[in-house]
């Protein structure tokens, strides 16, 4: 079974900086694309960051030029480095991937646990 596990949540200061990991592990051959969400009390979830395979990104426009979303394929590891933080950042954020479990079946979507992360003003 796959498993995604967010890690690097926590509460910090605005125009601070946190970065988030998540590890997918279990039964994988392959991860397509890995992204980023996060939801505010309140809120509808939104995109935060994808990143396909490839290394190519998109970054909702509420956190372009101040978040950066990159991978590590051999670690099945996404991140999320996130500076100059506001408290609007405020929300649990989920990481989310596109895997393939055997080389006989199409990929489905995944979802971790989420991590809170809390900014202060």
């Known amino acids: 079974q796959v498993q995604l596990v967010e890690s690097g949540g926590g509460l910090v200061q605005a125009g601070g900086s946190l970065r988030l990991s998540c590890a997918a592990s279990g039964s994988i051959f392959m991860i397509n694309a890995m992204g980023w969400y996060r939801q505010a009390p309140g809120t509808q979830r939104e995109l935060v960051a994808i990143?396909?395979?490839?290394?190519?990104?998109h970054y909702a426009n509420s956190v372009k030029g101040r978040f950066t979303i990159s991978r590590d394929n051999a670690k099945n590891t996404v991140y999320l480095q996130m500076s100059s933080l506001k408290p609007e950042d405020t929300a649990i954020y989920y990481c989310?991937?596109?895997?393939?479990?055997?080389?006989?079946?199409?990929?489905?979507?995944?979802w971790g646990r989420g991590t809170q992360v809390t900014v202060s003003s």
């Open positions: 990143i396909s395979s490839g290394g190519s990104t």
């Open positions: 989310n991937a596109d895997i393939r479990r055997t080389v006989l079946t199409g990929s489905a979507n995944y």
